[in-house]
Every structure is written in C-alpha cells, then in structure tokens.
C-alpha cells in the first residue's frame, strides 16, 4: 500500500521560511518523479515544483528564486524548501508521486502566511 506523509507545514510571517517533507513508502521512490501541489480556498491545486528521479526540477514562474524542491532517495523523502514565504503562498501543499499510472498524493499540510 502506498502512503506519502507530509509534514512542515504552519503558521508563519510574511517572508518566513518553512521546509516541508514528504515522506514515501509502497513505491520504488528513486524511480518517480515527485512533485508538490498546492490548493489554495476556492482555488484550483496547481503545481509547486517537481524533480524527477534524475534530479531535473521545474517550478511555478511564481516560486522560481524562492523555493527549492530536492529528494533523499536514501529516506524515500521530497523536501520543499520556501524562503520568501508571501501571504499568497498560503495554502494546502499536496505531495505527488508519478510514475505512469496511477499517480498518488498525500493528505495535504497546511501552509500559512500572515502576521
């Protein structure tokens, strides 16, 4: 059975940091690719940022230069790593993991920004 836990998440000041692990299990990790979500209220989920199992990353325009995803294959963990935190970042982070199909998410953690 697959399950992706994540933790990190909370309540912080406008340009706050927070670092965010998913943690996998049930899954050849080193093999998909990883991704974080998020969905803020009456938004739809958009995508964060990815790496995939070679390391390559993609980002939202809105992120780029102030979050960093990476991954420890050895700990079957993704990490996302927000500097700059701005209230618009607040949201619901979702951790995905894709390999053909299906793909599987986390339960979500909460993210938010505000003073």
């Known amino acids: 059975q697959v399950h992706l836990v994540e933790s990190g998440g909370g309540l912080v000041q406008p340009g706050g940091s927070l670092r965010l692990s998913c943690a996998a299990s049930g899954i050849t990790f080193s093999i998909y690719t990883m991704g974080w979500y998020r969905q803020a209220p009456g938004k739809q989920r958009e995508l964060v940022a990815t790496?995939?199992?070679?390391?390559?990353?993609n980002y939202a325009d809105s992120v780029k230069a102030r979050f960093t995803i990476s991954r420890d294959n050895t700990k079957n963990t993704v990490y996302l790593l927000m500097n700059g935190l701005k209230p618009e970042d607040t949201a619901v982070y979702y951790c995905n993991a894709k390999y053909l199909s299906p793909e599987y998410w986390g339960q979500g953690t909460q993210v938010t920004v505000s003073s």
């Open positions: 790496i995939s199992s070679g390391r390559s990353t």
